[in-house]
Each structure stands twice: as C-alpha cells, then as structure tokens.
C-alpha cells in the first residue's frame, strides 16, 4: 500500500518539471527571434525569398531572361466624327527571353483633367515572339455623345488634352506576372458640324423646260481647329420639291470659327416643281431645307460631318440685281 501511495506523488512532480522546461524552450526560442530582427536577419523566411531571389537572378544571367519593355509608337486616328472618335494605339513590346511571352491583359484609360472619359480591359492580347519585339495595337472608341452628356464644360467645338494610359500584363518566366504602365499624352477634338445656310438664289436663264441658277451658301466652321474642304455632298429642297442634289469638290479652307462664301451652278425644270418655286418666281420669300455632308482635313486627321439646315427662307435675286441683300 505504502509504495502505490508514493508513485502518484512522483508523476506529479515529473509533470510539473516538464511544462517548466517547455515555458523556458518556448521563452528561448521568442528571445532567439527579437534577437534576429534586432540584428536585421529578417528571420527564415526573409531568407528563403533573398536565396529565391538570388537564385532567380543566376537563372537569369545564364538563359537570357529579361524584362520585357514597352513604348507608345504611335496613335492613329481612323474614324473622327461628330458621336464618336476610334482610336489605335501602337505600342511596341521588346521580349528578350529565348521564349515567347504572353500577353495576359491590357488596361487602358484615357482621362482628360482628371476626368475619366474612357476605360476598358483587352484580355488574351496575343503573344510576343522569343527574342523579337511586337506592335500591338489597342483600339479605343471615345463617344462624344456621353462626353459631352457627362461634362456639361466640355463644349462641341473645343479641343481638350487627353492622357492615355495603358498598363501590360505580362506572364515571364522567372519574374512570373509584372506590369509595364505606359503613359502618352495628347489633344483630342469634340467636333461640331458646320452651320450652312442659302443666302440667295440667283437666276440666269429662266424657262419653263430647263432654268439655270445659283446657290450663294454661306458655311460656318463652329470648331475650335480649321477645316479642309475635300469634298461638299448636298441635297436642297424648296418647299417639299427637291431642285438639287449635287456634289462640290473645290477644296476650300475654313478657318475656325470662320465663315466661308461658296456659290453652286445648279439647273433645274419648273415645270415639274410644286407651288414653293413659283412663289420665289415671283418675288415671294419660300422655305427651303437643305442636307448632306462634307469631307474636311483636320489637324486631328480627315472628317465627315454631317450638314443641315431645315426651315429657312430664302428669295430669288436676278442677275442684274444688286449683290446686297
């Protein structure tokens, strides 16, 4: 009885000597670690990432492996119009690796003082050949429409700076995922069509099977940037009879925020036309509506924008006539 009596007591005292040597393990191996921050060791696993890192440095000395840059070549401009203006950016992309490189996404945004106009991602943009160099073209639509529907200050006609920027994903071997952000700046037009109105008729041969005439046209350029005329596209209407449907391709300069005078020869047969051109026969004020387009050069690039002007009046002036109104 005596000696089952003591062993109970001998567990207990071993129990009670062994968590004290752990508490003092344990305090040990938390002194060891303020010690190695203290020293600047950066403990095991800052290690591990500088062997990674040093040993991805020899991988990249003996293959090859670089990374890969990127510069902005150059940004064309297709399509600029009245809603909406498509842009291509071509940016350059040297791979120096002995391996072809995934292209993983694009990200783009242009923004104008801050504010966003567009943004977009391109995922799966293609693959950069080994050792070789890419143009990869973004394609990028600005619409006017909300433009202007966002930013009430951003008025039709005005040119504002833009700032494009594009972000590449890249997958490389050894360096994994890295981004190459691209930066470019630039102006942009908010276009504006041209104001065209019919400032007189005048008759030079009048009969009832074939009369010939003039258009005096004044055209408005309401944009902060000259226009080239290539080419001027019309139909006119004098009341519900349309008299005319021609094309001009006098190539003419309008200077921004200018007016420009252009006079059309056109023949027409009034025998065939309604009420409206028998009341400017004689004398009378008609309505007239006219539509079309025109073809102009920019400083942005070339332009078809649409003209129109619907309910206007107009009068007949003869030859002899004086040229004022």
């Known amino acids: 009885m005596s000696s089952s009596s003591e062993n109970p007591t001998e567990i207990t005292d071993r129990g009670l000597f062994s968590k004290s040597n752990k508490d003092d393990a344990d305090k040990k191996k938390e002194e060891k670690k303020e010690e190695d921050k203290e020293e600047g060791g950066g403990g095991f696993i800052d290690k591990v990432k500088d062997f990674i890192h040093d040993i991805g440095e020899k991988i990249e000395e003996a293959v090859g492996f670089g990374k890969p840059s990127a510069d902005v070549a150059q940004i064309h401009v297709p399509h600029i119009g009245l809603h909406r203006a498509d842009l291509v950016v071509d940016v350059l992309i040297k791979n120096p690796n002995p391996v072809p490189i ?8 242009i923004d104008s003082d801050g504010r966003k106009l567009v943004a977009g991602l391109i995922p799966d943009a293609g693959t950069v050949r080994a050792h070789g160099e890419e143009t990869v ?27 494009l920027r594009v972000v590449f994903l890249v997958d490389v071997p050894v360096f994994g995922r890295i981004k190459i952000p691209l930066d470019k700046s630039g102006e942009i037009p908010i276009p504006y069509k041209p104001d065209v109105d019919v400032d007189k008729i005048k008759f030079h041969l009048f009969s009832f099977e074939e009369t010939t ?35 001009l391709t006098d190539s003419t300069r309008i200077e921004k925020q200018g007016i420009t005078k252009m006079q059309i020869p056109f023949t027409f047969r009034p025998k065939d036309l309604g009420s409206a051109v028998w009341d400017m026969i004689r004398g009378r004020g008609t309505g007239y509506s006219i539509k079309g387009k025109i073809d102009v050069d920019t400083p942005f690039g070339n332009m078809k924008l649409p003209i129109d002007h619907v309910g206007g009046t107009t009068r007949l002036k003869k030859d002899d006539d004086d040229d004022e109104e």
């Open 102 to 109: 995934p292209l993983v996404d694009i990200d783009y945004l």
């Open 137 to 163: 073209k973004v394609p990028i639509t600005l619409d006017f429409d909300d433009i202007r529907s966002t930013y009430a200050d951003i008025k039709p006609g005005s040119i504002i700076p833009y700032l």
């Open 213 to 247: 005439a003039t258009i005096h046209l004044s055209l408005e350029n309401k944009n902060d940037f000259d226009l080239g005329l290539n080419l001027l596209q019309y139909e006119m209407w004098l009341g519900d009879d349309s008299v005319v449907e021609a094309e």
